[in-house]
């Protein structure tokens, strides 16, 4: 089955700094998204971006199919930022999830 | 935010007895998923259905059962909880083929 890796595993910034965090999948798919698990648990669409860029505030995100990868900028973050990010992918009906990146920004 | 209640949200059970996680949408999806979250693993599929009667397993479908009768209603069982399936559950839909994915609140499950 596609492997999803995502990279880093962990990240601490202080508030304000920009980020990337990066999705690397083995197989070629039709869907990705990124979610954002906040502190609470809840899991946040960030972006539905199967390929090209998209933007949302201080977010954007942009995905190069053809080299399967995706990558998620975060810039001037801020501490509600804080919590875990996920990529999925999927080829057909199942979305696959990478191991995420925990982030904490600190104030 | 997509109509998607799980319930119950938390449960304490014990080795042995049968469970049954329920997740109801409102938004008339075809896809609903069952997954689990665990430390270190992320989210793993347990199973999914692609239509009423249709399901299929995920990764991590071993001591699992999932029924769906109607297009709302997706319930996930385990016939007998064992320790290893602490976890929290969390059930989401999808608005296309699939599309994109919404999830639920997630249902916390502790078998002692």
């Known amino acids: 089955g596609i492997q999803v890796e995502q990279s880093p595993p962990d990240l601490i910034l202080q508030e304000g700094a920009n980020s990337t965090l990066r999705c690397n999948f083995s197989?070629?798919?039709?869907?990705l998204q990124w979610f954002h698990q906040n502190p609470w648990g809840q899991l946040i669409n960030l972006f539905y971006i199967p390929s090209g860029t998209k933007q949302n505030g201080r977010l954007s995100a942009t995905t190069v199919a053809t080299e399967r990868y995706s990558l998620l900028y975060i810039s001037s973050s801020q501490t509600t930022d804080s919590g875990v990010y996920f990529c999925?992918?999927?080829?057909?009906?199942?979305?696959?999830f990478g191991t995420g990146t925990r982030l904490k920004v600190l104030a | 935010d997509a109509g998607i209640t799980q319930s119950p949200r938390h449960k304490v059970t014990e080795t042995g007895t049968p469970v049954t996680l329920r997740c109801h949408q409102t938004?008339?999806?075809?896809?609903m998923y069952w997954y689990r979250q665990d430390p270190g693993h992320g989210l793993r599929l347990i199973h999914y259905s692609y239509g009423v009667k249709d399901t299929d397993k995920g990764e991590v479908s071993d001591g699992y059962s999932v029924s769906r009768s109607k297009t709302e209603d997706f319930l996930l069982t385990l016939e007998s909880a064992t320790s290893s399936q602490t976890s929290v559950y969390f059930c989401a839909i999808g608005s296309g083929s699939p599309g994109e994915l919404f999830f639920g609140e997630g249902s916390r499950l502790t078998v002692l």
């Open positions: 938004e008339n999806h075809r896809y």
């Open positions: 999925a992918v999927s080829r057909a009906y199942k979305y696959i």
């Open positions: 197989d070629s798919v039709n869907n």
